[in-house]
T-cell receptor
Framework: QQPVQSPQAVILREGEDAVINCSSS?????VHWYRQKHGEAPVFLMI?????EQKGHEKISASFNEKKQQSSLYLTASQLSYSGTYFC????????????FGKGTLLTVNP | DTGVSQDPRHKITKRGQNVTFRCDPI?????LYWYRQTLGQGPEFLTY????????KSRLLSDRFSAERPKGSFSTLEIQRTEQGDSAMYLC?????????????FGAGSRLTVL
């Protein structure tokens, strides 16, 4: 099943913080976060693995609650360049490397 | 490393015609994925390969769709007898398969418009 993202959209002023949530009904092996700007390919931001390993960017952090099958992406001191659509992608236990994406969260950062 | 390349970037076709998209993954990547994305939606999984083997195909995928990855290098996605509902962005992604992180690198996509 497709993971559920919230909120669907958020508007910020430069310097403000945002949290984007992703939840799944399945037991997860990993959660991936990607950002897509209009007309461009999704770009990898962060991966969180079951067991706590985390790989990603400097100014963006994330958490993974394995018991609740939830992940949150934290964007602090937002910059104009953070604008775009954020997708979480999930690998379920036994999914054999298949990544299923949520519908996305549109983030707009204004000056 | 030139990234993931997709060709053509745009394709306009008439309903009923066949179309083929090509994806060239990052050379050392052994996994290759095809996704479809429509406006306002996340990428929808279509199929994926590990080397030349097609390991999974979406149950939602019509028999009109077929994908190949001969010799485990580039891949093609063919859509036969296109329908207007096939209009979408077709994204290819590749990854290097080892234990742990399976990070996908996406290509810029092939946009299909069926008239």
């Amino acid at each position: 099943q497709q993971p559920v993202q919230s909120p669907q959209a958020v508007i910020l002023r430069e310097g403000e913080d945002a949290v984007i949530n992703c939840s799944s009904s399945k037991a997860l092996y990993s959660v991936h976060w990607y950002r897509q700007k209009h007309g461009e390919a999704p770009v990898f931001l962060m991966i969180l693995l079951k067991g706590g390993e985390q790989k990603g960017h400097e100014k963006i952090s994330a958490s993974f609650n394995e018991k609740k099958q939830q992940s949150s992406l934290y964007l602090t001191a937002s910059q104009l360049s953070y604008s775009g659509t954020y997708f979480c992608g999930t690998e379920s236990e036994g999914s054999n490397y298949k990544l299923t994406f949520g519908k996305g969260t549109l983030l707009t950062v204004n000056p | 490393d030139t990234g993931v390349s997709q060709d053509p970037r745009h394709k306009i076709t008439k309903r009923g015609q066949n179309v083929t998209f090509r994806c060239d993954p990052i050379s050392e990547h052994n996994r290759l994925y095809w996704y479809r994305q429509t406006l306002g939606q996340g990428p929808e999984f279509l199929t994926y390969f590990q080397n030349e083997a097609q390991l999974e195909k979406s149950r939602l995928l019509s028999d009109r769709f077929s994908a190949e990855r001969p010799k485990g290098s580039f891949s093609t996605l063919e859509i036969q007898r296109t329908e207007q509902g096939d209009s979408a962005m077709y994204l290819c992604a590749s990854s290097f398969g080892n234990s742990g992180a399976n990070v996908l690198t996406f290509g810029a996509g092939s946009r299909l418009t069926v008239l």
